[in-house]
């Protein structure tokens, strides 16, 4: 074989290759869901609204086949009471999947803290889940792509591509991820996409008999959660971490972490 | 049972779903790939820098180095939850994550130490397979060497004055290039603490920095250890054999340990050992005095919780008194094996205090975790993320050693480099 035979057979392989590639290319999935720009999800917690019920954990728990009974769970509420002395007292027994049926808080370990009811100035619940971060540190440092941001926003984990090595579990500010006890792998609140992609709503909100939770497009001026963030004051968590959360909050007080 | 909570003891207020995710193993793996680096920076010391009173121990650095290499991958491969899938980080990787650069990092950090060893080795298998061949009456072993060795030749034949002298150019330039690939193996190794920005305890730009700095040290420190250790254990064994067979060597025909060989690796310890002190002290001193928002739950873990841990045995018993053990004038080697010994739980404590430390607040600062150590373990979970799995990693650098200078020497050879 002479070079100019080689060269042009190599230009054959080249072309023959790219041609595949290229076929590869016209089904990305991530330009298809680029189709859709009028879709951001959104979260919105009405904070004022919270009693702590703990209905949210147990639609969450079954909804999303979380063992029922592991201490892990993809949305939680906390309960704040704030005392006389300025100290802040934060529990959330089991995450709050049988409610707070007690008084007194939980410091763990078994052990429990009693506060009388005339030293209490302040006392709210916090629903928590995942925040659907616009920057997500956990899509940032997954070392094999397996947790990703969907164009509509919502981030998700791939569980047949998670090695299970827990570094998006560290990047959270939030703690909002944790091993499947079943899957063993990173495990998180979705917004239930399940769900919400099929025109429902996520289960917490469903089960919310208060309608503290709400779920919307933030894209859409029309959207009635969309029209409480843009018009009213509302907050994030942890704003310093430069992560910017996509669930706001209604009446978020200082003191919640 | 949720992964984490068999080990981790959660007080005040903490997020449902914090544990101590990362546990003894991710300990091990910053103190084993640190203990890689340190070991061929120091044989590099002697290859780039022509430090001749190195020269002993920068070949035994060099296969002790190999020796850890593999070791390195343990610690992640036994903390993985799905340590099958360990591979998609070569072959998937994402390349924002700290962690995805550990194939191509590693694997090219693999290569040089191996292609420097063939380069120091080619000599001796050349000349001992010609010696070997002339010989009649070989044993099991030596036959077993010959076909070994000329496979390890990979047909590079020429032992002249001129091809040893490339050999010797080409040594000089993979150590020189090792240096920076060990630093920054090691520096990245750094790095994946260091940018977690969620963790108050990890993220600082002196990580990467510091854990190169306390990597040497902690590298020279098992060097010394290693090789004052098995240049005795060498000693003793023949002195055995001689029992048995008196036509051996006396023990005081054999080379042993070189106390200007201890001095001077003891010199470039302590000199690692200032600046990885003055790094981490700076970075303490940092946060005390900016005192951000973490600072609070930081000085209760730091001064209170982690105290005996931080200040007992990281700073007094690993750092400030195998410091003055070290400085104190005429040097014994026992001193030194001793000063080393605590350099080296100095240096494993400081990754406990900052993989396990980092972990010992909740995100919420508003409480604590603390991490039990495993010790009998009930199940594979406690065994790999227990004391025995950790003993398992720490264990099989030396074993792997044994075999590697079965074909490897690494003590008392006549020329070569």
């Not at chain 2, 150019?169 to 940018?195: D, E, T």
Request: with cysteine; proline share 5%; glycine share 6%.
């Amino acid at each position: 074989m002479n070079r100019r035979e080689f060269l042009k057979r190599s230009i054959v392989v080249v072309a023959g290759m790219a041609l595949p590639t290229a076929a590869l290319e016209l089904i990305d999935p991530k330009k298809l869901l680029a189709a859709k720009p009028e879709l951001r999800w959104v979260f919105l917690v009405d904070t004022y609204k919270c009693v702590g019920c703990g209905f949210c954990v147990k639609a969450c728990k079954i909804e999303n086949e979380v063992p029922y009974d592991a201490d892990v769970t993809r949305t939680w509420v906390e309960r704040y009471v704030i005392t006389r002395d300025g100290k802040t007292h934060i529990d959330t027994p089991k995450g709050a999947l049988n409610g707070f049926t007690s008084r007194k808080i939980d410091i763990g370990q078994g052990h429990t803290e009693e506060i009388r009811d005339e030293d209490i100035v302040q006392s709210f619940f916090v629903p928590k889940l995942c925040n659907q971060c616009e920057n997500p540190p956990c899509v940032q440092v997954c070392p094999v792509g397996a947790t990703y941001q969907t164009a509509d926003g919502v981030v998700l984990v791939d569980r047949k591509w998670c090695i299970g090595c827990g570094y998006c579990i560290m990047g959270c500010p939030y703690g909002v991820r944790f091993f499947h006890p079943v899957y063993k792998v990173a495990e998180k609140c979705n917004f239930c996409y399940h769900r919400i992609s099929k025109g429902m709503k996520t289960a917490c909100v469903d089960a919310c008999p208060f309608s503290a939770r709400r779920i919307g497009n933030l894209r859409d001026p029309n959207d009635p959660v969309t029209k409480v963030i843009m018009t009213e004051r509302v907050a994030i968590l942890k704003e310093e971490y430069g992560t910017k959360p996509q669930v706001y909050y209604l009446g978020l007080s200082k003191e919640v972490r | 049972m949720v992964h984490g909570e068999a080990w981790t003891i959660k007080e005040f207020f903490t997020y449902p779903n914090e544990y101590i995710y990362w546990t003894i193993q991710i300990v091990m793996y910053p103190f084993m790939t640190g203990l890689v680096a340190g070991a061929f920076v120091l044989s590099s010391l002697y290859h780039v820098f022509g430090i001749k009173q190195l020269k002993d121990i920068a070949r035994f650095s060099l296969v002790f180095s190999f020796a850890l290499l593999p070791v390195a991958m343990m610690p992640l491969m036994l903390h993985l939850q799905q340590p099958q899938r360990g591979i998609e980080v070569m072959m998937t990787p994402h390349f924002t994550s700290a962690i995805a650069a550990f194939g191509i990092v590693f694997s090219t950090y693999g290569m040089i130490v191996a292609a420097e060893l063939w380069f120091v080795y080619r000599q001796y298998f050349v000349q001992t397979v010609q010696e070997l061949k002339t010989k009649t009456n070989r044993t099991a072993w030596e036959s077993f060497l010959v076909p070994l060795y000329s496979i390890l030749t990979m047909g590079a034949w020429d032992i002249s004055e001129h091809a040893l002298e490339k050999d010797e150019k080409a040594v000089k330039i993979l150590a020189g290039l090792g240096i920076p690939v060990a630093c920054f193996l090691h520096g990245y190794a750094g790095f994946i603490f260091g940018s977690v920005k969620a963790n108050a305890l990890w993220m600082t730009p002196l990580m990467p920095v510091i854990f190169i700095c306390s990597a040497v040290v902690s590298g020279i420190a098992l060097c010394i250890v290693t090789y004052v250790v098995s240049m005795e254990l060498r000693k003793f064994i023949f002195a055995w054999r001689r029992k048995l067979n008196p036509d051996l060597p006396t023990t005081a025909e054999l080379k042993s340990v070189e106390l200007h060989v201890v001095t001077m690796t003891v010199k470039y310890l302590i000199m690692f050992l200032i600046l990885a002190i003055t790094l981490e002290l700076l970075d303490l001193i940092f946060r005390g005095y900016t005192a951000v928002k973490s600072w609070d739950i930081l000085r209760s873990v730091i001064y209170e919780k982690d105290f005996t841990k931080i200040f007992i045995l990281q700073y007094t018993c690993g750092n400030l008194i195998p410091f003055i053990l070290l400085l104190f004038p005429r040097l014994t080697v026992r001193r030194a094996v001793l000063g080393a010994l605590m350099v080296l739980l100095g240096v494993f404590m400081m990754r406990w205090n900052v993989v396990i430390g980092g972990q010992a607040f909740s995100s919420s600062f508003a409480g604590f975790m603390e991490y039990q150590l495993p010790i009998w373990p009930h199940d594979m979970e406690t065994f790999k993320e227990g004391l025995f799995g950790a003993l398992m990693v720490a264990v099989t650098p030396f074993v792997l050693f044994y075999f590697l200078s079965r074909i490897l020497p690494v003590f008392g050879q006549k020329g070569g480099h």
